[in-house]
């Protein structure tokens, strides 16, 4: 399991990770036959969440809240969002 967090977290930066999240965008809108309003307004809570942890753990320091640690955090809770539609059970 470390192995594969050490693969997914070598190339993820900022650039990586828009468009990282517009195929994750992309993909909800398809997944859930729905129009892309929808799509980002799901994006929008992993996204605040990702923001909020940041923002903690650099102690309100806003000059450093979208950094390294940031694109994976947000990159890991895409993943589990991508799981959890893929194979959950409310339909």
């Not at 997914?8 to 828009?18: A, D, E, G, L």
């Not at 753990?57 to 990159?75: A, H, S, T, V």
């Amino acid at each position: 399991m470390r192995a594969i967090i050490i693969i997914f977290s070598i190339n993820i930066n900022k650039r990586n990770m828009i468009i990282i999240s517009f195929i994750f965008i992309f993909w909800t809108s398809l997944f859930f036959n729905k129009n892309i309003g929808y799509a980002f307004g799901y994006f929008f809570i992993p996204f605040l969440i990702s923001l909020i942890h940041s923002c903690v753990r650099n102690r309100f320091e806003f000059k450093k809240i979208i950094d390294q640690k940031f694109c994976q955090f947000l990159f890991g809770i895409l993943i589990y969002a991508i799981i959890v539609n893929t194979f959950g059970f409310t339909s």
